[in-house]
């Protein structure tokens, strides 16, 4: 996998995706990340890549040139290199909100070209006949696109084939299969009086897999419920949904307690 990040400030990176799992993988040579300082692509003397809005108005734009003359020298390198050229993403508050379905799909392509933005954002021209899409981390902003960026690249970087130590870890994360992940615990099996559930002692695996399923549905009740897709749900689960409502994410888990010494015995 392949991201060409466009910066003003080629610095930042690699930054924290040099690290953990994410730096292990650009050492490996499963990703590469290759910067480009945007103003390469901007004239001399002061390679300015930003000019006052049109109409007026506070902050300062991108202008169009230097942006467009950065993507598609990448874009012809890689071609030059026999390589697909992928779609040219602009981390922007406006754009869609970033989403495991998204990262899984941009994981897929084996490039992407990362545009970081600046200042008041960039030439309306760029994001018409430029940018294949727009990506947002989130509803706030941020002074520019470099920190999105490596939240892309990390969340992407994760899924790839041999990324992690133990490929699983992926598949049961949260989002994965619509809902958040479910909890867990390591030892001590006691910790202050707090004891870790007995079920995840007991050896039985299918009972295991049954109270993490509920486990992480019942978390999604109450942090996620936007998250709960119904019709993914089977009629125990459902079930299981609607005593929630009733009675609270909470209530019912001594229930549940003697459900988990039942199905043990």
């Known amino acids: 996998m392949r ?10 990176f690699p930054g924290p995706v040099g690290e953990g799992v994410i730096g ?15 103003r390469r692509w901007a004239d001399p003397p002061h390679y ?3 000019d006052e809005p049109f109409g007026g108005g506070a902050g300062m734009v991108f202008t169009p040139q230097p942006v467009f003359d950065a993507v598609e020298s990448v874009r012809r390198e890689l071609q030059q290199q026999g390589s697909q050229p992928g779609p040219v ?3 922007s508050p406006q754009g869609r909100r970033l989403s495991h379905g998204s990262v899984q799909r941009l994981a897929q392509t084996g490039q992407i070209t ?23 981390i989130g509803d706030f902003v941020l002074s520019g696109g470099e920190l999105p960026a490596m939240v892309l690249i990390e969340a992407a970087t994760r899924l790839l084939p041999e990324a992690l130590g133990d490929p699983a870890s992926a598949r049961q994360d949260s989002f994965v299969e619509g809902l958040l992940d479910h909890p867990h615990y390591t030892r001590p099996a006691e910790f202050r009086g707090w004891q870790v559930p007995e079920v995840l002692r007991s050896g039985n695996h299918a009972a295991i897999r049954a109270w993490r399923r509920r486990e992480a549905l019942r978390n999604t009740f109450r942090k996620r419920p936007d998250l709960i897709d119904l019709g993914s749900l089977d009629d125990e689960e459902r079930a299981f949904l609607k005593r929630l409502e009733k009675c609270g994410p909470d209530k019912d888990k001594e229930s549940d307690r003697d459900a988990d010494e039942t199905a043990l015995k």
């Open 3 to 12: 991201f060409d990040v466009i910066t003003i400030f080629p610095d930042m």
């Open 114 to 136: 990362l545009i970081c933005g600046r200042y008041e954002g960039v030439d309306e021209r760029i994001r018409a006949h430029l940018v294949d899409e727009e990506i947002s």
């Open 24 to 38: 292990k993988a650009i050492d490996r040579g499963l990703v590469r990340l290759c910067v480009h300082d945007l």
């Open 89 to 91: 993403v602009l981390m």
């Open 48 to 50: 300015k890549v930003d």
